[in-house]
């Protein structure tokens, strides 16, 4: 158990619909990050979140959208779903600071089908 | 971030060593290298990290060659349960936005 929880853990909806994606990282860890990883896809970093905002960005779609609230947890907004958005989205969480490792600490995901 | 480059798959017997390879031509001073691993359809996890010299742990070691430009995962007796997704990431260290950039990584294969 890695500590960060996703929700939900599977999701099925119609394209064209909006769906929210929830991550709680771990105790203490300020950082959030979100990754997906289509069918036999390596991971695509989309975004992160360190304390509420935002720090990187990656391929994440202009349909996309993500936010980090005070307590921590995280959302990822996913609208206009397109049968290609099908995947697995994962959220990890890392500590951050000068003398952490920076080691990345992932929930077990949630899969989205878009039919 | 620095690119890597890793062979697509590997196979292993059980109970042999395992040496993982990991290409990184372009690294910088201030460049860790991760390595995490994917089970199949679970999300990664940490399996090692070092800058400069070798490192082991319980799950595994590191060998980084004197220039840094290469690196190997070594899996001192794999098992059906190492059979997984081996991803070799490098982090700046500097850089407090880190987006740990995964390439497609090296399918290894371990063989009863």
């Known amino acids: 158990d890695s500590g960060v929880t996703q929700t939900p853990k599977h999701l099925i909806t119609a394209t064209g619909q909006r769906v929210t994606l929830r991550c709680s990282p771990r105790s203490g860890d300020l950082s959030v990050y979100w990754y997906q990883q289509s069918l036999d896809q390596g991971l695509q970093f989309l975004i992160q979140?360190?304390?509420?905002?935002?720090?990187a960005k990656g391929n994440i779609l202009e349909r996309f959208s993500a936010q980090q609230f005070p307590d921590l947890h995280s959302e990822l907004n996913l609208s206009s779903l397109e049968l290609g958005d099908s995947a697995l989205y994962f959220c990890?969480?890392?500590?951050?600071?000068?003398?952490?490792?920076?080691?990345?600490?992932f929930g077990e995901g949630s899969r989205l089908t878009v039919l | 971030d620095a690119k890597t480059t890793q062979p697509n798959s590997m196979e292993s017997n059980e109970e042999e060593p395992v040496h993982l390879p990991c290409n990184h031509s372009?690294?910088?001073?201030?460049?860790?290298i991760h390595w995490y691993r994917q089970l199949p359809s679970q999300g990664p996890e940490y399996v090692i990290h070092g800058l400069t010299s070798n490192v082991n742990n319980r799950m595994a070691s590191l060998a980084i060659a004197e220039d840094r430009k290469s690196s190997t995962l070594i899996l001192h007796r794999a098992t059906l349960r190492d059979a997984a997704v081996y991803y070799c990431?490098?982090?700046?260290?500097?850089?407090?936005?880190?987006?740990?950039?995964f390439g497609t990584g090296t399918s290894l294969t371990v063989i009863p």
């Open positions: 372009t690294i910088s001073g201030t460049d860790y």
């Open positions: 979140y360190y304390n509420g905002e935002e720090r």
């Open positions: 990890a969480s890392s500590a951050q600071g000068r003398t952490n490792t920076g080691e990345l600490f």
């Open positions: 990431i490098l982090r700046d260290g500097r850089n407090t936005g880190n987006q740990f950039y």
